[in-house]
């Protein structure tokens, strides 16, 4: 079992930043990818970003350019930092990890991008 713990999440204005931090504990061998998706209320859940534990990431169109997303292998985290954040970026953000066949999420932190 991996768990995945969350921190970050908030309250900004739009144009503001934010950073999100997942760290993994457990069997935390061979995690392949670690990542972040958002859920919006009457929305389905979506991918925001992710990283292999080789270094390849990828974003979704929406957030390209404005979210970075960081892997520190030793330490088990995963970041994603949110610049030039939008009110559509306003969602319960949730971090993810795939080991083998088995994914693990977080339990969800809520950004709130107020207009």
């Known amino acids: 079992q991996v768990q995945l713990v969350e921190s970050g999440g908030g309250l900004v204005q739009a144009g503001g930043s934010l950073r999100l931090s997942c760290t993994a504990s457990?069997?935390?061998?061979?995690?392949?990818?670690m990542g972040w998706y958002r859920q919006a209320p009457g929305k389905q859940r979506e991918l925001v970003a992710l990283?292999?534990?080789?270094?390849?990431?990828n974003y979704a169109d929406s957030v390209k350019g404005r979210f970075a997303i960081s892997r520190d292998n030793a330490k088990n985290t995963v970041s994603l930092q949110m610049n030039s954040l939008k009110p559509e970026d306003t969602a319960v953000y949730y971090c993810h990890a795939l080991r083998g066949f088995n994914n693990y999420w977080g339990q969800g932190t809520q950004v709130t991008v107020s207009s």
């Open positions: 457990g069997s935390i061998c061979c995690i392949n990818t």
């Open positions: 990283t292999t534990s080789s270094g390849i990431t």
